[in-house]
Protein backbone atom coordinates (compact mmCIF):
# COMPACT_ATOMS: atom_id res chain seq x y z
CA UNK A 1 0.00 0.00 0.00
CA UNK A 2 1.18 3.83 -0.71
CA UNK A 3 -1.03 5.02 1.81
CA UNK A 4 0.56 8.52 2.74
CA UNK A 5 1.00 9.67 6.40
CA UNK A 6 0.41 13.24 7.14
CA UNK A 7 1.88 14.78 10.11
CA UNK A 8 1.20 16.56 12.24
CA UNK A 9 -2.18 15.02 13.11
CA UNK A 10 -3.74 18.34 13.98
CA UNK A 11 -2.46 21.84 14.19
CA UNK A 12 -3.85 24.85 15.95
CA UNK A 13 -2.61 28.25 14.64
CA UNK A 14 -3.36 32.43 15.10
CA UNK A 15 -4.64 33.99 12.08
CA UNK A 16 -2.08 35.54 9.94
CA UNK A 17 0.72 32.30 10.59
CA UNK A 18 1.65 30.18 8.52
CA UNK A 19 0.57 25.99 8.50
CA UNK A 20 3.19 23.78 7.56
CA UNK A 21 2.01 20.44 6.76
CA UNK A 22 4.37 17.36 5.70
CA UNK A 23 2.85 13.52 4.17
CA UNK A 24 5.29 10.85 4.09
CA UNK A 25 4.89 8.23 1.44
CA UNK A 26 6.25 4.38 0.61
CA UNK A 27 6.97 3.45 -2.47
CA UNK A 28 7.56 5.15 -6.13
CA UNK A 29 4.79 7.57 -6.85
CA UNK A 30 3.92 9.46 -10.43
CA UNK A 31 2.22 12.60 -8.51
CA UNK A 32 1.29 13.62 -5.81
CA UNK A 33 -2.08 15.49 -4.44
CA UNK A 34 -2.92 17.67 -1.81
CA UNK A 35 -6.80 17.89 -1.24
CA UNK A 36 -9.35 20.20 1.77
CA UNK A 37 -11.51 18.71 3.45
CA UNK A 38 -14.45 20.72 5.26
CA UNK A 39 -15.93 19.17 7.94
CA UNK A 40 -18.60 16.73 6.62
CA UNK A 41 -17.68 17.60 3.45
CA UNK A 42 -16.35 16.29 0.06
CA UNK A 43 -12.95 16.91 -0.88
CA UNK A 44 -11.77 20.11 -2.74
CA UNK A 45 -8.44 19.63 -4.89
CA UNK A 46 -6.35 22.04 -4.04
CA UNK A 47 -2.45 21.23 -5.73
CA UNK A 48 -0.77 18.38 -7.71
CA UNK A 49 2.29 18.03 -7.85
CA UNK A 50 4.31 15.86 -10.42
CA UNK A 51 7.37 13.17 -9.60
CA UNK A 52 9.53 15.24 -11.58
CA UNK A 53 8.34 18.77 -9.94
CA UNK A 54 10.07 19.73 -6.80
CA UNK A 55 7.68 22.69 -5.79
CA UNK A 56 4.86 24.45 -6.80
CA UNK A 57 2.79 27.47 -5.83
CA UNK A 58 -0.85 28.22 -6.29
CA UNK A 59 -2.01 31.57 -4.46
CA UNK A 60 -0.84 30.94 -0.95
CA UNK A 61 -0.28 27.52 -1.20
CA UNK A 62 2.95 25.90 -1.68
CA UNK A 63 4.28 22.27 -2.10
CA UNK A 64 7.35 20.62 -1.64
CA UNK A 65 8.33 17.08 -3.10
CA UNK A 66 11.29 15.09 -2.22
CA UNK A 67 11.15 12.08 -4.18
CA UNK A 68 14.68 10.70 -2.72
CA UNK A 69 13.02 11.59 1.05
CA UNK A 70 9.61 10.15 -0.04
CA UNK A 71 8.30 13.07 1.45
CA UNK A 72 5.75 16.52 0.73
CA UNK A 73 5.22 19.54 2.47
CA UNK A 74 2.08 21.87 2.25
CA UNK A 75 2.41 25.16 3.50
CA UNK A 76 -0.01 27.64 3.67
CA UNK A 77 1.09 31.44 4.37
CA UNK A 78 -1.37 33.85 5.89
CA UNK A 79 -3.47 31.55 7.15
CA UNK A 80 -7.61 32.83 7.67
CA UNK A 81 -9.97 31.40 9.73
CA UNK A 82 -11.85 30.03 6.51
CA UNK A 83 -8.64 27.92 6.03
CA UNK A 84 -9.79 25.64 9.19
CA UNK A 85 -10.12 22.11 7.55
CA UNK A 86 -9.03 18.70 6.81
CA UNK A 87 -6.07 18.25 4.47
CA UNK A 88 -4.94 15.14 2.70
CA UNK A 89 -2.02 13.78 0.89
CA UNK A 90 -2.82 11.21 -2.05
CA UNK A 91 -0.29 9.58 -3.71
CA UNK A 92 -0.99 8.17 -7.01
CA UNK A 93 1.38 5.23 -8.77
CA UNK A 94 1.91 3.67 -11.70
CA UNK A 95 -2.14 1.93 -11.04
CA UNK A 96 -3.20 5.57 -10.49
CA UNK A 97 -5.08 4.89 -7.33
CA UNK A 98 -4.89 7.73 -4.90
CA UNK A 99 -4.30 6.39 -1.56
CA UNK A 100 -5.11 9.13 0.93
CA UNK A 101 -3.58 9.22 4.84
CA UNK A 102 -5.46 10.16 7.99
CA UNK A 103 -5.38 13.66 7.19
CA UNK A 104 -4.34 17.07 9.38
CA UNK A 105 -6.47 18.74 10.79
CA UNK A 106 -5.95 22.60 10.66
CA UNK A 107 -7.85 24.91 13.19
CA UNK A 108 -6.73 28.24 12.52
CA UNK A 109 -8.38 31.05 14.94
CA UNK A 110 -9.54 34.40 14.35
CA UNK B 1 -14.91 19.97 -16.75
CA UNK B 2 -15.48 17.25 -14.99
CA UNK B 3 -18.54 16.74 -12.37
CA UNK B 4 -19.60 13.96 -9.86
CA UNK B 5 -23.15 14.17 -8.65
CA UNK B 6 -23.62 11.75 -5.69
CA UNK B 7 -26.30 11.37 -3.29
CA UNK B 8 -28.51 11.61 -1.51
CA UNK B 9 -26.16 13.88 1.10
CA UNK B 10 -27.38 11.80 4.25
CA UNK B 11 -29.28 8.91 5.11
CA UNK B 12 -30.03 6.90 7.87
CA UNK B 13 -30.52 3.75 7.38
CA UNK B 14 -31.97 0.87 10.11
CA UNK B 15 -29.54 -2.19 10.55
CA UNK B 16 -30.84 -5.01 8.20
CA UNK B 17 -31.64 -3.08 5.10
CA UNK B 18 -30.39 -2.38 1.83
CA UNK B 19 -28.66 0.37 0.67
CA UNK B 20 -27.84 1.58 -2.73
CA UNK B 21 -25.54 4.79 -3.04
CA UNK B 22 -25.35 6.06 -6.69
CA UNK B 23 -22.33 8.41 -8.32
CA UNK B 24 -22.78 10.02 -11.55
CA UNK B 25 -20.20 11.90 -13.45
CA UNK B 26 -20.48 14.47 -16.15
CA UNK B 27 -17.43 15.97 -18.95
CA UNK B 28 -15.26 13.28 -19.29
CA UNK B 29 -15.36 9.56 -20.31
CA UNK B 30 -13.92 6.37 -19.40
CA UNK B 31 -12.54 7.18 -16.11
CA UNK B 32 -11.68 5.48 -13.03
CA UNK B 33 -14.00 5.76 -10.28
CA UNK B 34 -13.87 4.89 -7.08
CA UNK B 35 -15.80 4.77 -3.72
CA UNK B 36 -14.00 5.93 -0.27
CA UNK B 37 -15.52 5.66 3.31
CA UNK B 38 -13.73 7.55 6.32
CA UNK B 39 -15.14 6.43 9.59
CA UNK B 40 -15.31 9.49 12.06
CA UNK B 41 -11.70 11.06 13.22
CA UNK B 42 -10.07 8.54 10.22
CA UNK B 43 -8.73 8.61 7.21
CA UNK B 44 -9.87 7.82 3.97
CA UNK B 45 -10.20 3.90 3.30
CA UNK B 46 -10.32 3.04 -0.81
CA UNK B 47 -13.33 0.25 -0.82
CA UNK B 48 -13.49 -0.23 -4.84
CA UNK B 49 -12.35 1.30 -7.74
CA UNK B 50 -13.14 0.37 -11.49
CA UNK B 51 -11.30 1.39 -14.62
CA UNK B 52 -14.01 0.40 -16.94
CA UNK B 53 -17.88 -0.97 -17.51
CA UNK B 54 -17.95 -3.96 -15.34
CA UNK B 55 -14.88 -3.93 -14.04
CA UNK B 56 -14.84 -3.92 -10.36
CA UNK B 57 -11.94 -4.59 -7.72
CA UNK B 58 -12.09 -4.31 -4.41
CA UNK B 59 -9.66 -3.07 -1.64
CA UNK B 60 -10.74 -4.82 1.51
CA UNK B 61 -13.28 -7.98 2.49
CA UNK B 62 -16.36 -6.54 3.27
CA UNK B 63 -20.18 -6.00 4.03
CA UNK B 64 -20.40 -3.90 1.03
CA UNK B 65 -20.54 -4.44 -3.17
CA UNK B 66 -19.81 -2.18 -6.22
CA UNK B 67 -21.06 -1.87 -9.95
CA UNK B 68 -20.59 -0.02 -13.05
CA UNK B 69 -23.62 -0.89 -15.01
CA UNK B 70 -22.30 2.43 -17.55
CA UNK B 71 -18.87 4.48 -18.07
CA UNK B 72 -20.24 7.18 -15.45
CA UNK B 73 -22.26 5.56 -13.14
CA UNK B 74 -21.27 4.00 -10.06
CA UNK B 75 -23.03 2.17 -7.75
CA UNK B 76 -22.35 0.92 -3.81
CA UNK B 77 -24.79 -1.43 -2.56
CA UNK B 78 -25.37 -3.86 0.32
CA UNK B 79 -28.22 -6.13 0.65
CA UNK B 80 -27.99 -5.71 4.69
CA UNK B 81 -26.47 -3.32 6.74
CA UNK B 82 -24.18 -3.66 9.55
CA UNK B 83 -23.80 -0.76 12.33
CA UNK B 84 -19.93 -0.50 11.14
CA UNK B 85 -20.98 0.59 7.64
CA UNK B 86 -21.92 4.07 9.22
CA UNK B 87 -19.44 6.66 7.75
CA UNK B 88 -19.15 9.31 5.20
CA UNK B 89 -18.50 7.48 1.27
CA UNK B 90 -16.92 9.48 -0.87
CA UNK B 91 -17.14 8.81 -4.89
CA UNK B 92 -14.14 9.66 -7.12
CA UNK B 93 -13.14 9.81 -10.71
CA UNK B 94 -9.60 10.26 -11.80
CA UNK B 95 -8.91 11.31 -15.65
CA UNK B 96 -6.89 9.62 -18.03
CA UNK B 97 -3.67 9.91 -17.31
CA UNK B 98 -1.61 12.87 -19.88
CA UNK B 99 1.74 13.84 -20.11
CA UNK B 100 0.12 15.67 -16.62
CA UNK B 101 -0.18 13.33 -14.83
CA UNK B 102 -3.73 12.60 -13.63
CA UNK B 103 -6.14 14.32 -11.63
CA UNK B 104 -9.28 13.44 -8.94
CA UNK B 105 -12.33 15.08 -8.46
CA UNK B 106 -14.59 14.14 -5.36
CA UNK B 107 -18.19 14.35 -4.91
CA UNK B 108 -19.71 16.09 -2.08
CA UNK B 109 -20.20 12.56 -0.37
CA UNK B 110 -23.01 11.04 1.53
CA UNK B 111 -22.64 10.79 5.02
CA UNK B 112 -24.73 7.33 6.52
CA UNK B 113 -25.93 6.31 9.61
CA UNK B 114 -26.70 2.88 10.22
CA UNK B 115 -29.08 2.97 13.79
Known amino acids: SQQGEEDPQALSIQEGENATMNCSYKTSINNLQWYRQNSGRGLVHLIL?????REKHSGRLRVTLDTSKKSSSLLITASRAADTASYFCAESGGSYIPTFGRGTSLIVHP | SQTIHQWPATLVQPVGSPLSLECTVE??????LYWYRQAAGRGLQLLFYSVGIGQISSEVPQNLSASRPQDRQFILSSKKLLLSDSGFYLCALETPPTGEGTEAFFGQGTRLTVV
Open chain 2, 27 to 32: GTSNPN
Open chain 1, 49 to 53: IRSNE
